[in-house]
């Protein structure tokens, strides 16, 4: 119900833009976010949007640099992940929320995608 893509290779500076398609429900009621999890490291937020949109959460990491963004209408989430870094590395998930706000903790969230890899290279 959650798929997740724009994964890739890119070098240290670039940019990369992951989508989160929603299929079989609606999300539009649902808090929406971004996890990674880099190899031997624990599953970690990057970003978050409430349903209405009008708050968004980031990682300390991430902030400045990444956008996280929803089109209702496609039911589709985005992260816009500019000037990016190796220590970005890592899959990347889409997860949706049944109480529509944002959180940073894994659990608080109900769906989950399969994952999109993405490597920084320096």
């Known amino acids: 119900q959650l798929q997740a893509s724009g994964g890739g290779l890119v070098q240290a500076g670039g940019s990369l833009t992951l989508s989160c398609a929603t299929s079989g429900r609606t999300f539009s009621r649902y808090g929406l976010a971004w996890f990674r999890q880099a190899p031997g490291k624990e599953r970690e937020f990057v970003a978050g949007i409430s349903w209405s949109g009008f708050r968004t959460s980031y990682a300390d990491s991430v902030k400045g640099r990444f956008t996280i963004s929803t089109d209702n209408a496609k039911n589709t989430m985005s992260l816009q992940m500019n000037s990016l870094k190796p220590d970005d590395t890592a899959v990347y998930y889409c997860?949706?929320?049944?109480?529509?706000?944002?959180?940073?903790?894994?659990?608080?969230?109900?769906?989950w995608g399969q994952g999109t890899q993405v490597t920084v290279s320096s």
């Open positions: 997860a949706a929320t049944f109480s529509g706000d944002v959180y940073l903790a894994s659990s608080r969230y109900n769906y």
